[in-house]
């Protein structure tokens, strides 16, 4: 069964009403497609350094732990890459049947476009 996990400083630091959403989205949220790995949109915003932060809950669905080591992930509004940037996240690991809430910063180098329409989705880029 998949259960809802923070990270530490995620856990001391989120609003009542933010993780009631994050919740919500988890009870809603299911494999599709034979997705081992499913990254749902939460929220977007843009920063004062004009970065891209895109927080999503990224379920692992897999009976094997999930790391964020090279990996390449682009942000797409309307089948449009916005943003597309590797990630090497040391403390994003996720537990097998385990789903996390995670903020991805796009830095300003990795932006396509240096604005953002929102309901865009985060895709995991596969390198050839």
């Known amino acids: 069964m998949q259960t809802l996990q923070f990270e530490s400083s995620w856990e001391k630091t989120i609003a009542i009403k933010d993780r009631e959403l994050i919740t919500e989205i988890f009870q809603d949220s299911n494999m599709i497609n034979g997705q081992i790995i499913r990254l749902v949109p939460i929220w977007e915003a843009l920063n004062y350094k004009g970065e891209i932060l895109i927080t999503v809950l990224i379920h692992n669905f ?67």
Do not use: C
Not at 98 to 116: G, N
């Open 62 to 128: 897999a009976d094997i732990e999930q790391i964020f080591q090279k990996q390449k992930i682009a942000y797409i509004e309307k089948e449009t890459i916005i943003a597309e940037h590797t990630f090497t996240v040391p403390k994003l690991i996720i537990k097998p049947k385990t789903s996390m809430p995670w903020t991805f910063i796009f830095p300003v180098e990795s932006l396509r476009m240096k604005e953002i329409n929102g309901n865009g989705n985060l895709e995991l880029q596969t390198t050839p």
